[in-house]
Structures are given as C-alpha cells and as structure tokens.
C-alpha cells in the first residue's frame, strides 16, 4: 500500500540477498515504526582498468561476467556505481559496456 512515509527515527538495513566473486545484489530497508517502508537494491560489479576477479578468472567466469552485464543492462539502470574504477570517474550506465569491453578482450 502506498502512503506517505511517517516523519519518525528510521532505520536502515543493508544486507547482502545474492553474494558473489564477481556481481552481487546488495537491498537497503528503511524501517520507521517496525514496518519497512521503502526497500531498495543494487547490484553490484567491478569495473575500471581491470577487475581483480576478472583478472584471476578462467574463460568460463569471464562467460559469467559477460551473463551477468547482459542481466544488469536488462535492468536499464540509470548508474552503475562500479566497486574498482578510477578516481573521479563518473557512474554512467556506460560503465557495463566499459566492463563488457574489458572482459570480451580478456576472452581471447
């Protein structure tokens, strides 16, 4: 049900609902009054020059990675905060085909 949220102390939650190496879906719950009333979720990929587990991983993780840009592009984010990127870099959606690109060379 939709409805204004009560201006009372919230609490936010933060856990981790798909862990992995490489991308993981992280959901925040703002709590208010012991009813959750706004849940969020993120996932989450490493991206930048080269991510350390796309660096260590054999040509079926590099697979996994590509499988897994293609679900997170479906999504149609409008950012993607990438964990390992370089100082100053923005958080554009097109920080996945910067990752893609990176893994696809990583593949040959």
Known sequence: MLGPIPL????VEVSVIKPGRRVHLTEARMIVDRRVVVT????????????PALAESD???R????????TIEGLGPRAVVAGHKRYG???APRTIDETRTVA?????
Do not use: C, F, M, Y
């Not at 009372?8 to 609490?11: G, I």
């Not at 989450?44 to 080269?50: D, L």
């Not at 696809?104 to 040959?108: K, R």
């Open 59 to 61: 040509s079926q993780g």
């Open 8 to 11: 009372l102390e919230a609490v």
């Open 89 to 91: 870099k923005d958080d």
């Open 40 to 51: 969020a979720r993120a996932w989450h990929i490493a991206t930048g020059e080269r991510p």
């Open 63 to 70: 697979r996994e990675w590509l499988a897994a840009l293609d």
């Open 104 to 108: 696809l060379s990583a593949v040959g």
